[in-house]
């Protein structure tokens, strides 16, 4: 079994980004936005401190879960410095004493598959993932020859969420480290849907790549006939 390891996801104890430089690129094919961190990794935590906190594209890591990791050996990832502060969504208050890492999971599965193993549609040029595809589904799986064999490891197209075995979703529980939660890969729901009507509106403004209407055809958002119809509207 592997398992999604995810935070609690509570919005009163929090981490958030706070003022950080960084890198951006898009996906001249379907628009994907992907951005790389510079230097110190700055961010807040609001309420408690915890060990674990997984803020978007970014899990940061207490000293202690980092300990463990060394202690048991664990490969798949890397960490980087991080400036922490108390605060809130809006404000910055006084430094946190504390030392926390900006973790960072290097270990590999290839794409998001579903539960037969086939790669959810994705866009062919730079992998990503596509949100709204009308997939209404539970579970995914990963392509074994594709996994590097890392104790933590990701998607390559959703590399943000780190996954591990059952051994060591053991040692994480069992040492107790605050803020960590666990989902089986092939319990997680996969809600996809989209409307019809913003289906056709994003055809029309010229916003779906050829890979995402694809999708749309294959799991009935649209018909031949209503992309045909909405195309001829494009070109007049």
């Not at 000293?63 to 890397?78: R, V």
């Not at 989902?183 to 729901?189: F, G, M, Q, V």
């Not at 799991?219 to 006939?225: A, D, K, M, P, R």
Request: negative net charge; hydrophobic residues 30%; proline residues 3%.
């Amino acid at each position: 079994m592997y398992y999604f390891m995810f935070d609690n996801h509570n919005s009163k104890n929090q981490a958030i980004d706070s003022h950080n430089d960084y890198d951006r690129e898009i996906c001249d094919n379907c628009g994907g936005i992907y951005i790389t961190y510079k230097g110190i990794y700055n961010f807040r935590i609001m309420g408690k401190l915890y060990d674990y906190y997984l803020n978007g594209e970014s899990s940061v890591i207490s000293e202690k879960f980092l300990n463990i990791l060394k202690k048991n050996g664990f490969t798949g990832y890397e960490i980087s410095g991080t400036t922490p502060y108390h605060g809130n969504v809006t404000m910055e208050g006084d430094p946190i004493k504390e030392k926390y890492y900006l973790f960072k999971v290097t270990g590999r599965c290839g794409l998001v598959c579903d539960m037969n193993g086939e790669p959810l549609p994705h866009c062919k040029k730079c992998g990503r993932r596509f949100p709204f595809t009308g997939l209404v589904t539970t579970g995914v799986s990963f392509d074994t020859d594709s996994y590097d064999g890392s104790d933590l490891f990701a998607f390559e197209n959703m590399s943000n969420i780190p996954i591990v075995s059952e051994e060591v979703k053991n040692v994480l529980s069992k040492s107790k480290l605050s803020n960590l939660r666990f989902e089986p890969i092939n319990e997680r729901i996969i809600n996809c849907a989209i409307k019809r009507e913003r289906a056709l509106k994003r055809i029309e403004e010229g916003m779906a790549c050829n890979e995402l209407i694809e999708a749309w055809l294959k799991y009935g958002v649209l018909t031949e006939q209503e992309l045909n119809e909405q195309l001829s509207k494009n070109e007049n």
